[in-house]
């Protein structure tokens, strides 16, 4: 062949081996990305190294019972179950729970967090929180089937007010996710409040392994939560067909993947077993309006309640045992509650905990 | 007038004979244009700007936009208000196709030459030099527009809005609803989860994502029925435009033959000084129509768009656009061929209309909420997208055989791939003939589209006695249509306590209160086939309301 020959079938090949590197080479920065994603984060999270101690007042001040101290870290491959424990002394005692009524449910849950050591103690400066409110659906704030926006915006804020690097809240609606968002109000409190709204897409749910798992041992969950500083698990009180109740155990559905409709066969056991997966690092139970009867979607302003009251605490086996009361139920009652009794979450005996009432 | 001495200069300059000076247009190339004032050298821009506005404006047709001028070239179309007139759709918006309808009196088929944006593309994806088919086809396709009217006249009569299906609005408007914006939400996903790999890009990709969710971006995606079909249909509109330039347009387009019918008693038109014209039918080869005959000097006006290319390219400058003369150079056909015509389209209409599809339903046809009866939505809706593209779930899909073959690209609702949101009713908003009605909120969520019926065989509590309830959890309305019925008990609403773990529940539809949205079918967890399905109620026949 000639000169000409030989060079472009030099230059042909040359052009394909480089993509072929070129293509390699993507692939493996791809895979690289992938795994550095994929190490949890180390750190302490830490927030329970004050000297201050919280003065307890209300009906339940009896034996000083402690709390452990949070769970540490975002690192949720090792999740601690919230358990009453006598034997620390180091820490300050904060309650357990802290229970507000008042008119203002901004004002609740500025108390409530007051009571519960502030919101600098599970808010970090820099820290990134997710924020994660019931939004079912698209229903306005007054139906009692979302998060009531200015509980959600209140939180917003307070995470700010602690020095937040960013607070994003996000839910997966069973609708329209722009349509739920906008209906229940929360897109336009959050915005106001200086957070941002995900609307979340299949990029967002990772499979992730539940060792813990009795009935399902893996699901993809939202990887944003598993990765946040700070997770505050922000549902509605409301009536359910198959739960009985849906509190803060089954708000945790929403950061569930598809097919999650499986989870409500042996639904107690499932829901703990997600439960025992993701650190919630606060829980605030909007009982401001409940839904008490067609619930978990509602539709009628007939049957929404108004206990003006905000439930907060660091484990979600206490919250909902103490919201089931407000809405008339005993723990024992619901199915979810007495599976995370038994499995070691928390006790449903609501005597052993220190709750602070007060009013705002 | 002749001018005699420029047929002197001409004679002596070649050396011929004036007559032989006369060529064949097909071969002869026109000489340098004259450019000439006028708004027509501005074609392309109008054009331009219609596209885009069409665009712009179906970009902007999702959730809670909704509204009828969202479509508004649909809105204009003539044929689409014919359509709606004619079956007593009577709103203001009907106006707006009046200045339209009549515009070729005074613009000749300007409208498919300035604003068409399905015209601009076939122009841009097709020859730039004049084609011609062989003159058979060619006989055979100039017969097309009058007889296709006629067709297109009966089907009107007798009921059945299915040649809309061929509008070139409705056309693009469906081709870009199942074809471009699922590609566009594809894309875009793409780029976001490549995006996403590099934790820095993450909260611009989130951004991003925030501010196109349910606009160009859509959880689930976007997918419909028949894509090949309006993708195969779509090509081949423009592909014929290689055998004749614009042959669509010329030939086979509806609203194309409506606006020509009405150009032939064009008030103001192509005018040809007879005293300038050389007969040298160097305009006859621009004219991207092919309107012009006699070597020039006479004008189809069925099919002139006053784009006035011949007046650019005359060396004579014989050509304007001015008031024509009473005495109209016009193709007629013969009144035996639109007896013809008429003859065949009637029979044709005839077996369209004694198809076992006409009468019989199938089940599992459920229309938007809004539509009319069956029968009636045949003779109105526009086969358009427009409900399709609205949609926040995508549950609107077309139907392919579930209404017959008069029914095709008819929105039906797919409970598979989405379900009716309880917070919208945007699909009667942006129909433009209202075959889906514009239902007010409260309206919609009363309107009962169909009903959900259990399947007690693969339904997971009746058929494994294990707890599910997924479908009674999420329906929508206030007075819930599913409630549940204690196994071995008597029933009640199912919100009783039991301690520790409850008895099975099972659910049961309360046939009163469903209103057929879908919710419960498409959250149903059995996989392929929900055991909870949304069937149809009504029935149809030939007399029924």
């Not at chain 1, 009906?59 to 540490?72: A, C, F």
Request: charged share 20%; aromatic share 8%; proline share 7%.
């Amino acid at each position: 062949m000639d000169r000409r020959e030989f060079l472009t079938l030099w230059a042909r090949w040359l052009l394909a081996a480089g993509t072929a590197a070129l293509a390699s080479s993507l692939a493996g920065c791809a895979r690289l990305l992938r795994w550095s994603e994929s190490q949890t984060r180390t750190g302490s999270f830490g927030g329970a190294e004050t000297t201050t101690t919280l003065v307890v007042t209300g009906p339940e001040n009896t034996s000083p019972s402690q709390t452990t101290p949070p769970p540490s870290g975002p690192a949720s491959s090792e999740p601690v179950p919230t358990t009453t424990s006598t034997m620390d002394t180091v820490h300050p005692t904060y309650p357990d729970l802290a229970v507000i009524r008042g008119e203002a449910p901004d004002r609740n849950v500025r108390a409530a967090l007051a009571a519960l050591g502030g919101m600098e103690r599970f808010v970090e400066p820099g820290a990134n929180v997710v924020v994660k409110p019931n939004v079912l659906t698209g229903r306005l704030p007054e139906y009692a089937v979302t998060t009531n926006p200015l509980v959600v915006a209140t939180i917003v804020t307070m995470c700010l007010e602690a020095g937040a690097d960013r607070v994003t809240v996000l839910d997966y609606p069973t609708s329209s996710p722009r349509a739920a968002f906008k209906e229940s109000g929360i897109a336009q409190a959050v915005a106001q409040a200086g957070g941002t709204v995900k609307y979340l897409t299949n990029r967002n749910f990772e499979r992730v392994e539940i060792p813990g798992g009795v009935a399902i041992d893996s699901w993809p969950l939202v990887t944003d939560v598993l990765e946040a500083d700070t997770f505050i698990n922000v549902p509605i009180g409301k009536t359910h067909g198959l739960a009985g109740l849906t509190l803060a155990m089954k708000n945790l559905m929403g950061i569930m993947g598809d097919p999650r409709g499986r989870i409500h066969t042996d639904y107690p056991v499932k829901i703990t077993d997600v439960n025992t997966r993701v650190v919630q690092h606060l829980v605030v139970l909007d009982a401001y309006r409940v839904l008490v009867r067609n619930g978990p979607t509602g539709g009628n302003l007939r049957d929404v309640a108004m206990p003006k009251t905000v439930v907060a605490g660091t484990s979600p086996v206490a919250v909902d045992a103490y919201g089931c009361t407000i809405m008339g139920w005993q723990p024992d009652q619901l199915p979810s509650l007495v599976e995370a009794e038994r499995r070691g979450l928390g006790t449903l005996d609501l005597a052993k905990y220190t709750i602070f009432e007060g009013t705002a | 007038m002749p001018d005699d001495r420029q047929m002197e200069e001409r004679q002596r300059a070649s050396g011929h004979g004036g007559m032989e000076e006369q060529t064949t247009s097909a071969r002869r190339s026109p000489r340098r244009p004259t450019r000439r004032r006028g708004l027509h050298r501005y074609r392309r821009v109008f054009q331009t700007f219609f596209l885009l506005a069409f665009f712009t404006l179906l970009t902007l047709t999702f959730w809670p936009l909704g509204s009828v001028f969202l479509g508004g070239f649909l809105l204009a179309d003539p044929l689409l208000a014919l359509t709606s007139l004619a079956n007593g759709v009577l709103k203001w918006e009907l106006l707006l196709a009046i200045p339209v309808l009549l515009s070729p009196l005074f613009l000749g088929r300007a409208f498919c030459g300035y604003v068409c944006p399905t015209g601009f593309l076939i122009e841009l994806f097709g020859p730039r030099k004049e084609r011609q088919a062989g003159p058979r086809v060619r006989t055979i396709l100039r017969k097309i527009p009058l007889f296709g009217l006629v067709v297109v006249l009966f089907l009107l009569v007798f009921g059945s809005a299915v040649y809309l299906v061929f509008d070139p609005l409705s056309l693009l408007t469906r081709s870009a609803t199942t074809l471009l914006y699922p590609a566009v939400d594809r894309a875009l996903r793409l780029v976001g989860d490549i995006a996403y790999l590099a934790p820095p890009l993450r909260g611009t990709v989130d951004t991003v994502t925030e501010t196109l969710t349910g606009r160009l971006l859509f959880p689930n995606g976007l997918a419909y029925r028949l894509q090949l079909v309006i993708f195969a249909m779509f090509v081949a509109i423009l592909a014929i435009s290689w055998i004749e330039r614009r042959l669509w347009c010329r030939h086979l387009c509806p609203l194309g033959a409506l606006l020509g019918l009405v150009g032939r008693k064009a008030i103001y038109g192509r005018v040809v000084d007879q005293s300038l014209c050389r007969s040298c039918e160097a305009c006859t080869d621009v004219c991207p129509m092919d309107a012009i005959r006699d070597a020039g000097a006479a004008t189809d006006c069925s099919r002139c768009q006053i784009g006035l290319e011949c007046a650019d390219t005359c060396p004579h400058g014989a050509i304007r656009w001015g008031r024509r003369p009473r005495k109209q150079h016009v193709h007629d056909p013969s009144r035996r061929a639109l007896l013809k015509a008429g003859g065949v389209a009637f029979v044709g209409s005839l077996f369209l209309f004694t198809g076992l599809g006409r009468i019989q339903r199938d089940v599992f046809l459920i229309r938007p909420p809004g539509s009319r009866n069956e029968l009636d939505f045949m003779a109105t809706c526009a086969r358009c997208a427009q409900c399709m593209k609205v949609c926040p779930t995508n549950v609107i899909q077309p139907a392919v055989l579930d209404a017959g073959w008069e029914g095709f690209f008819t929105p039906q609702m797919d409970y598979r791939r989405g379900y009716c949101d309880w917070t919208c009713n945007e699909c009667g908003k942006v129909c433009p003939t209202q075959a889906i009605r514009s239902l007010s909120l409260a309206e919609k969520r009363r309107k009962v589209i169909g009903r959900a019926y259990i399947d007690h065989n693969t339904c997971i509590p009746w058929s494994e006695g294990r707890d599910c309830l997924v479908c009674q959890e999420l329906c929508p309305v206030p007075e819930k249509a599913i409630i549940l019925v204690s196994a071995g008990q008597g029933e009640g609403q199912g919100q009783g306590r039991g301690s520790g773990r409850a008895g099975l529940r099972l659910p049961r539809v309360v046939a009163e209160r469903c209103i057929g949205c879908g919710v419960c079918q498409f959250s149903c967890p059995v996989p392929n086939e929900a055991a909870i399905r949304v069937r149809a109620l009504e029935q149809t026949g030939f007399l029924s309301k």
